[in-house]
């Protein structure tokens, strides 16, 4: 018989959520390492961990008295607090697409009648890093996933553009290297090493 699989750490940071919302009460570390394996199911020694992340997203507040930490959240902090970081997180991929879309203009601009120039392998240098900075943010997008259904709607719609937004530079470093092989007789290998683009380079699912 396989063994049953442990819960992750958005599912361990939901169902802690839960034990604020549904109480709607303070409580320090110690009550919250009695409540968490008994009614959540979350290991004791990940409480901790998992409170302490909760806090540093500003989703649980924390205040000191005396020697005692004191733990609390309620449904109207935690939306506002997620509704936040979506604006945030919004602008960002605003902000990555507008760079998208300069850099693919740039890449028009210096493919007609040339071969690779330094320009060239700095726009693609640029690119490389808007595509992690995009993985970044849709796992920085992820850790909500389990907290507001109607939040992660709005973050899934944001997502689909700045996909879509991927998918037409794909089609455009397609297209250059279609023209390079007709003007030049560039075999894929030669290309791909000369632009510096990945063998594996293709659209992403």
Known sequence: ?????????????????????????????KDIEKIAPKTKGITPMSVKEVLQS???DNMVDSE?????????????????????KLEELQKQISESKQRKTSVQKAIERAKVGR???????????ELGAL????????AELEKYRECDPEVV???????????????RWTDNVFAIKSWT??????????????????EDFDYMD
């Open 1 to 29: 018989m396989s063994k049953k699989k442990g819960l992750s750490l958005e599912e361990k940071r939901a169902r802690m959520m839960e034990i604020f919302f549904e109480s709607k009460d303070v409580f320090q570390l």
């Open 54 to 56: 909760l806090v540093d």
């Open 64 to 84: 000191r008295v005396g020697t005692s930490n004191y733990y609390w959240a309620f449904p109207s902090k935690a939306l506002n607090a997620r509704k936040h």
């Open 115 to 125: 071969q690779d120039t330094k320009e060239r392998s700095s726009l693609l240098k």
């Open 131 to 138: 595509r992690e900075e995009r993985t970044q943010l849709q």
């Open 153 to 167: 709607e709005e973050m899934r719609k944001s997502n689909v553009i700045a996909k879509e937004a991927v998918s």
């Open 181 to 198: 092989k007709k003007k030049f007789s560039f075999d894929d290998s030669r290309i791909n090493k000369a632009f510096g683009i990945p």
